[in-house]
């Protein structure tokens, strides 16, 4: 069993990065930490950052997830191959680009490609958000595609300590491995990738003050403001550039008791099912994943950079 005890960042490849980077600092609000051989740095809260951008091909990279030391890596390592699941056992250069002390990455069944890191460099500076009015507390949770979403739940139950605490029928299964309601969630979707990544905020004030802000600067909202039902939290998806998708949410339900939980289903179609304020149930956007051959994390990325870099010298 792999125990899971945070999540740590989403690694996505743009190929406008000012653009790309501009948005995560001005409207989502993140502090731009600074940039590093063609990695930019975003942070929400007490790690270095919850984001990164790297430059090249446009799409998702990998996710972040954080295991307690360097012995539940090995032995993560070894589980995971042992299931016939291929591990490409990251670089110490690998390992500085994402500001952690070490970490393998692997591909789930559906092909998403998670990361699980070790040592997660923190950050213990006065955060300054760029839009303070954000009201930015977090980074909440991840949730990625999966063509089966029933098979994709029992491979993180059955080989993590990831519990679902809700299903959305044919559409969604919420999973918790701490008190949060949902940190990890799988969505229904033809093709892996990140369906979106969440910040909490401080106050239900704050979730309003960020969607008239977007508004304002003309920002495709793709659901809410509304009230999820599983969560309790009040959410509002957002689209940016290179087709990630950015959720606020406000007051999610924490699960106490986790032995006394039942699971509950909802059926999408019945009002109220995804938004209980009646709004859309469009599931938002997803960033596709970027698919590489040799296991590398960030191979094709990097590729599609140094072939720019090449074309523009000659």
């Known amino acids: 069993m792999i125990e899971l005890i945070d999540i740590g960042y989403v690694r996505s490849g743009a190929q406008d990065i000012d653009k790309c980077v501009g948005f995560a600092r001005d409207i989502v609000g993140l502090k731009y930490q ?29 996710s972040g997830l954080v295991l307690r030391d360097e012995k539940a890596l090995v032995n993560a390592a070894e589980h995971l191959e042992s299931i016939g699941i291929s591990v490409h056992r990251g670089t110490a250069e690998e390992a500085r680009s994402r500001r952690v002390t070490d970490f393998i990455s692997f591909d789930d069944p559906w092909g998403n490609k998670f990361d699980l890191v070790i040592g997660q460099i923190q950050d213990p500076s006065f955060l300054e958000l760029t839009r303070p009015s954000s009201g930015i507390t977090e980074f909440g949770h991840i949730c990625v595609d999966a063509a089966d979403i ?28 701490n008190p949060v309601h949902h940190t990890l969630a799988v969505f229904q979707g033809d093709e892996p990738g990140l369906c979106h990544m969440n910040f909490q905020v401080d106050t239900i004030d704050a979730l309003f003050r960020n969607w008239n802000f977007i508004k304002d600067h003309n920002v495709e909202i793709e659901q809410g403001p509304g009230r999820h039902p599983q969560s309790g939290a009040v959410f509002l998806y957002f689209k940016g550039p290179e087709g990630l998708t950015y959720e606020y949410s406000w007051n ?52 599609s950079l140094t072939a720019a870099s090449e074309s523009t010298s000659a």
Request: proline share 4%.
């Open 34 to 62: 600074g940039s590093e051989d063609g990695v930019h740095y975003l942070r929400a809260d007490h790690r270095h950052h919850c984001l990164a951008f790297v430059e090249g091909q446009s799409g998702v990279l990998s």
């Open 252 to 303: 999610v339900r924490l699960i106490e008791d986790d032995d006394a939980w039942v699971p509950r289903t909802f059926d999408p179609k019945s009002f109220g099912a995804i938004d209980m304020w009646g709004g859309s149930s469009q599931k938002p956007s997803t960033q596709r994943q970027i698919l590489t051959t040799d296991n590398d994390p960030d191979a094709a990325a990097v590729s």
């Open 150 to 177: 029933v098979e994709a739940a029992r491979f993180w139950n059955e080989n993590f300590n990831v519990k679902v605490s809700d299903w959305v029928q044919g559409a969604a299964a919420l999973m918790r491995f």
